[in-house]
């Protein structure tokens, strides 16, 4: 198994609503990445898990809550989210051992958010 | 903090040609690695060819090779034979060593390939 699943595929909230976006892989990866793609833009790192702890936050509002319950799946707890937060949510994985052959981090197809 | 600069937001091909995407970085480290990614309007973002920087060699990967720089702080991708499934956004991206192997990646704004057929 060489992929990483998101689910759901689109999701439309409104700004009071509580909703989650899910990343799982099964290929052993201990590093797992979400990133926020606007429209017509790169992708940017918004959080990195690390042997399922929390290594990098880049600054990014509370109101983005990551979780990572095990080595294969990776949550985003959504709360209070504001129309401008509408983008697509792209989660990744990498492995940790060091090596040229274990540098590319496996992307998702994402997750397309609305917020109303 | 890195920062990767794509200066082509749009460039144009014949079908069967050979196009060259231009990418520039800037980074006070001496250890990294560099990637190109592409993404097609079904939005997966897959890897085309990575290049690590203590390499001299240039990646190639089939029709996809780099010319790397390093010292110019460039990396290059040249697509052979160009098909119209390589029609995509192309991302140039960077990733430290520093990070214990756990980084993210740094971006560029993306180039537009478009395969005229």
């Known amino acids: 198994d060489t992929e990483v699943t998101q689910t759901p595929k689109h999701l439309v909230m409104g700004m009071t609503n509580k909703k989650s976006l899910k990343c799982e892989q099964h290929m052993g990866h201990r590093a797992m990445y979400w990133y926020k793609q606007k429209a017509k833009k790169p992708p940017e790192l918004m959080f990195v898990?690390?042997?399922?702890?929390?290594?990098i936050n880049e600054s990014v509002p509370s109101r983005f809550s990551p979780e990572c319950p095990n080595s294969s799946l990776l949550n985003l707890h959504l709360h209070a989210l504001q129309p401008e937060d509408s983008a697509l949510y792209l989660c990744?994985?990498?492995?940790?051992?060091?090596?040229?052959?274990?540098?590319?981090?496996?992307f998702g197809p994402g997750t397309r958010l609305t917020v109303l | 903090a890195q920062t990767v600069t794509q200066s082509q937001p749009e460039m144009s091909v014949q079908e069967a040609e050979t196009v060259t995407l231009s990418c520039t970085y800037d980074?006070?480290?001496?250890?990294?690695?560099l990637f190109w990614y592409k993404q097609p309007p079904s939005r997966q973002m897959i890897l085309v060819i990575r290049?690590?920087?203590?390499?001299?060699q240039n990646a190639t990967e089939n029709r996809f090779s780099v010319n790397f720089q390093k010292a110019a702080k460039s990396f290059s991708l040249k697509i052979s034979d160009s098909q119209l499934g390589d029609a995509a956004m192309y991302f140039c991206a960077y990733r430290s060593v520093a990070g214990g192997g756990a980084d993210g990646l740094t971006f560029g704004k993306g180039t537009h390939l478009i395969i005229q057929p």
């Open positions: 898990y690390s042997y399922e702890k929390l290594s």
């Open positions: 980074t006070s480290e001496s250890d990294y690695y």
């Open positions: 990744a994985s990498k492995p940790t051992l060091r090596g040229s052959r274990n540098n590319e981090q496996f």
């Open positions: 290049q690590e920087a203590y390499k001299q």
